[in-house]
């Protein structure tokens, strides 16, 4: 784990109803210490079940086995929400745009779990139950972060909460535009010819976008983290934990305080960790679409003012090949 740590959250766990503000203080220094110190932690007693997260991984996988034409028919759009094939993103480019690693991924975006979501119903019944289902343990354990993290910068509990009012909302009644994401993630066994290729890679170096991040990952691992001193720090697995992570966008809340870490997955070393399929899923945090994230301590030239949703178009522009279209 290096200087990853893990963090408690007995006092505010999920199976506590409603935790005291003295929980959520004493919880809250343990987290900014280590936000501050690599922008990574690992938490445990969440009190997110493991069944809910390992059924979310096996339907997940039962979608990912089908064939691409059936998968096709679930393609992810302008909706943000739907299976990305291998390929469709890149996230490593250097600055003129090229391509610097070959990415060997597939992906099933969920942001609308209301009954007007786009699932693949005919073809993978279970998914949306699955997925739904830890879209809720994972807002609920979310919310709690949050009110610790508005500790952490001298804010009212309820700060962080009035700006993320519609995470997984869109398609209830007026509800707030927000695009907080459950993403389930495939990375495919590498050949051994793959494997040769230097540019291969699972997932290329990269912040995350927005406020914070939960990863829920398999046995395997594969992510690392980069450290204060440019160094990798494997970031695998601990039993039992979720790991957490900051946005660009709590980076700018908190004029850098907090950073946005850039990590990676990579192709294991060990032949039959590469001959194995991975599997992660990531919900990722967003502020409402029309928060206009900057240095709450006031202005920075390095965090120009921008809102949630426009540095969301903003990235996805850069990652996207065909721009969601």
């Not at 990579?266 to 599997?279: D, L, S």
């Not at 899923?281 to 301590?297: K, N, S």
Request: proline share 5%.
């Amino acid at each position: 784990m290096s200087d990853i740590k893990i963090v408690d959250l007995q006092k505010i766990s999920l199976n506590i109803s409603k935790p005291d503000v003295e929980n959520y203080k004493e919880v809250s220094q343990k987290i900014k210490k280590c936000f501050e110190n690599i922008g990574f932690m690992y938490i445990r007693n969440h009190g997110i079940p493991q069944d809910v997260i390992d059924r979310g991984m096996e339907s997940s996988m039962e979608f990912f086995d089908l064939k691409r034409q059936v998968k096709n028919l679930s393609r992810k759009g302008s909706e943000y929400q739907g299976w990305v094939e291998q390929g469709r993103e890149i996230f490593d480019q250097d600055e003129e745009g090229k391509i610097a690693e070959l990415e060997v991924r597939e992906t099933y975006d969920l942001k609308n779990v209301s009954s007007s979501g786009i699932f693949p119903d005919e073809n993978c019944p279970q998914l949306r139950e699955a997925l739904a289902r830890l879209s809720e343990c994972s807002k609920d354990l979310a919310l709690r972060l949050l009110r610790c993290i508005s500790l952490c910068l001298d804010q009212d509990l309820d700060f962080m909460d009035n700006i993320h009012l519609g995470m997984m909302m869109e398609g209830t009644e007026g509800h707030v535009e927000n695009c907080t994401t459950l993403r389930s993630i495939h990375y495919p066994p590498i050949s051994d010819k793959m494997a040769k290729d230097p540019k291969i890679i699972r997932c290329g170096e990269h912040s995350d976008y927005g406020t914070i991040t939960l990863l829920y990952q398999d046995k395997l691992g594969g992510l690392e983290v980069k450290g204060v001193d440019g160094q990798w720090i494997n970031a695998d697995p601990v039993p039992g934990t979720v790991l957490v992570n900051v946005g660009d966008l709590l980076e700018a809340l908190t004029g850098g305080l907090f950073p946005a870490t850039r990590h990676r997955v990579v192709v294991p070393e060990q032949e039959i960790r590469r001959r194995t399929k991975r599997q992660s899923i990531v919900f990722f945090i967003h502020p409402d679409d029309a928060v206009v994230c900057e240095p709450l301590a006031g202005p920075d030239p390095r965090y120009q003012p921008v809102t949630a949703r426009q540095h969301l178009e903003n990235r996805f522009a850069a990652t996207y090949e065909d721009n969601l279209k």
